[in-house]
């Protein structure tokens, strides 16, 4: 999306998180207008109502797993589109007021979250530590500036805005974790393709059809199109009716993901296209296998058929 100053992003709050380190690596949101929202729903909301351009929210984390209120979202109202994707390595600091010696620190705040991945840490370095649950990594870092708490676990982001001192870095226990945030605005035309981008979808399977999750599934593998991710969310509908989250590789330009679209078409109750985007690339990122089939392969099918219907020697 063009990236001028008055280009209105809004992110998952409050200022000082990893949400809004993530929008910060986005040239346009640096040139536009940054705003925190109190939830992901409030964020996707202002969008949709046109007071936002764009949205920044957490999709995954490779720890926690999805942010299922982000998927809710996406499919309950009116339709958005995924247009870029952002992966974060998620490094924790312990921060506190300058002069502070880790010695001294007896009370810690946290995001539940946060504390959760840095146990190990906490339980080797600050035993004796009352860890104190706030609302966000933000919300942590101002407690510890307002003398509230000795120190806080947050984001670098976090502690550099309230001024803070860093007492430790990276003190997360799994040293590579990442989150997945994806920047969403109102339908328009996809980015172009680039040769290396990722292809997100919502399915509702046919309940009445035996075997509908693997007609699914098969719609991908016989044209080569990679699935690199499928969650299951509930749809609220009854229990056992669930939505399916799909990603895969390639862009709905390209002729196999569009055959593939086609067909999920015909076999699923419902397809909810939610965007082809660029694949961000970052150190630690696993290259997906080689398809199966490429876009020359269906041009050479289609012309073959084609030569078939005329009576032609194929």
Known sequence: MPGT???????????????????????????????????VPEALEAVRAGSADAALVPLENSIGGAVGVTFDEMVDGDPLLITREVVLPVEF????????ELAAVRSVAAHPQASTQCRGWLRQHLPDAVVVDVLSNGAAAAAAAQGEHDAAICAPIGADRQRLA????????????????????????????????????????????????????MELAVRGVNLTRIESRPTGEALGRYA??????????DDRVGEALRGLRRVCAEVRFLGSYPRHRWAGGTPDPTPTSDDREFADAAAWLAR???GEPA
């Open 5 to 39: 100053p008055s280009t209105r992003f809004v992110y998952l709050g409050p200022e000082g998180t990893f949400a809004e380190q993530a929008l910060q690596t986005l040239p346009a949101a640096r040139r536009g207008i940054r705003t925190p929202s109190r939830s």
């Open 93 to 100: 600091v312990l921060a506190a007021k300058p002069g502070t």
């Open 166 to 217: 860093l007492l430790a870095e990276k003190i997360a226990d799994h040293g590579d974790a990442v989150t997945r945030f994806v920047l969403v605005s109102r339908p328009a035309p996809p980015p172009p393709p680039t040769g290396d981008d990722v292809t997100s979808l919502a399915v509702y399977i046919a309940h009445d059809r035996v075997g509908a999750l693997l007609a699914v599934l």
């Open 244 to 253: 399916f989250f799909l990603d895969c590789t390639g862009h709905v330009a």
């Open 308 to 310: 078939l219907r005329a």
